[in-house]
């Protein structure tokens, strides 16, 4: 009898970590939707040649970079019923602050791949009488992508693991369910769960980020 009851209550638990892992993908994809291409934004306010838009990018970064992301979620959350007047909904605070922030990080990664790319290339495809847009998305686009790949998939198995930091302004996902779990069941066992869901996502990012470095391997 005990055995049984111990199994539905493992039951229950699982299905209620499963549920909430729902809403950690849920910050997790559109924290990559939002991010990739306002990083792309960024980049090119980073890399702009006019001296007060690189200015602004670079304190921008400065700021985003050097503040904790716990600090960023907390600020777009509670500042704007100050500022404005106008409070924001949690879950689409918690997207802004984390799309920002893994921007931030992106547009860098962007940064270095752009500058790694000599400038022969550039000047060789003008030669062959390429246009600018053609050289930049035929030419110079696929071998960056091949360079910041692997540093881009390392922010993003770091962003699996920070989407537990959304629970800071009372968003409940993974890690906040198993927390409270394990604090109910006097047990270890949800937390544990919690790793094991947690690993399994990153295995999963980590194995797409190697087939696609094995797919772009002709680039070398």
Request: glycine share 6%; aromatic share 14%; charged share 15%.
């Amino acid at each position: 009898m005990l055995e049984y009851f111990a199994r539905i209550k493992i039951g229950l638990l699982l299905k209620v970590m499963v549920e909430y892992t729902g809403v950690t993908l849920n910050v997790f994809f559109l924290t990559l939707i939002f991010s990739i291409p306002l990083a792309f934004i960024i980049c090119a306010g980073r890399m702009s040649r006019v001296k007060i838009i690189s200015s602004i990018t670079n304190v921008f970064l400065l700021i985003i970079r050097g503040t904790p992301l716990m600090l960023q979620l907390i600020f777009v959350y509670f500042a704007p019923p100050y500022i404005f007047g106008v409070g924001i909904n949690r879950n689409v605070a918690a997207i802004i602050a984390m799309s920002i922030n893994y921007a931030a990080y992106f547009a860098e990664i962007y940064r270095s791949g752009f500058q790694s790319i000599p400038v022969g290339q550039y000047e060789a495809a003008k030669v062959l009488g390429f246009s600018k847009m053609h050289t930049f998305f035929r030419i110079i686009v696929p071998q960056v992508f091949k360079r910041i790949l692997p540093a881009v998939g390392n922010e993003v198995i770091t962003l699996v693991k920070d989407t537990a930091l959304v629970q800071v302004i009372g968003v409940i996902e993974l890690f906040h369910v198993a927390h409270t779990q394990s604090g109910r069941l006097v047990s270890v066992m949800p937390l544990f769960i919690a790793g094991v869901i947690y690993f399994v996502l990153n295995w999963i990012v980590s194995k797409s980020f190697d087939f696609m470095e094995k797919k772009l391997a002709y680039y070398k």
